[in-house]
């Protein structure tokens, strides 16, 4: 077993005997950056169960060279507070978000995003049903497109009538990008 299936079979991703709710962070944070930092630390305020879900994106090229580096970045970076699961970068698996996501076991589900995300968010595979499975979805300010987002938030409201959208903070980093990072590397 590689060390990134072993801390993965350490995070309570899927379930949980002590907690009612996971907020769940999902992207391939290739790298991760204070933007990312600063979307946990805001909704932090708020949850106490977040769990960074190391993930490759279906709509780009973004497996690490390193994986077990760039997880013990982020662990570097946001000082060991979160739980971070690694079992798809251990499997280098690519799964749509629902194929997963049906399988957390949790009273209550959230998802924290930035607002690019939010913005494309129509576009994710069953989109309706991970609306269905989702009580809260945090999103934190990077383009600050209101009014596009307000007509997401108009079209899963439909698809969940009870799911709460929750606009955080602008921020400092809200500029960073990791493609650019890549980009100018």
């Not at 309570?12 to 600063?38: A, D, I, Q």
């Not at 994710?124 to 999103?139: A, G, I, M, P, T």
């Not at 007509?151 to 439909?158: L, P, S, T, W």
Request: charge should be negative; proline fraction near 4%.
């Amino acid at each position: 077993m590689s060390k990134l299936e072993e801390i993965a079979n350490q995070v309570e991703l899927f379930s949980s005997k002590e907690k009612t709710s996971v907020t769940l962070f999902g992207g391939s944070f290739h790298p991760f950056h204070k933007g990312h930092l600063e979307c946990l630390n805001q909704c932090s305020k708020f949850e106490d169960n977040i769990i960074i879900v190391l993930d490759y994106s279906h709509w780009k090229s973004n497996e690490q060279d390193d994986p077990y580096g760039e997880y013990l970045k982020i662990k570097y970076m946001t000082e060991d507070r979160f739980q971070i699961y690694t079992g798809f970068w251990a499997k280098k698996q690519r799964r749509p978000t629902y194929e997963w996501l049906k399988e957390v076991d949790y009273p209550e589900v959230n998802w924290l995003m930035g607002d690019d995300t939010f913005g494309s968010f129509l576009q994710w595979h069953e989109v309706e049903k991970v609306c269905q499975k989702l009580s809260k979805v945090y999103v934190v300010p990077r383009e600050e497109k209101m009014a596009q987002y307000r007509e997401v938030e108009k079209v899963i409201k439909e698809y969940n009538p009870k799911l709460d959208v929750i606009y955080l903070e602008p921020h400092e980093f809200q500029d960073l990008s990791s493609t650019e990072i890549r980009e100018n590397k």
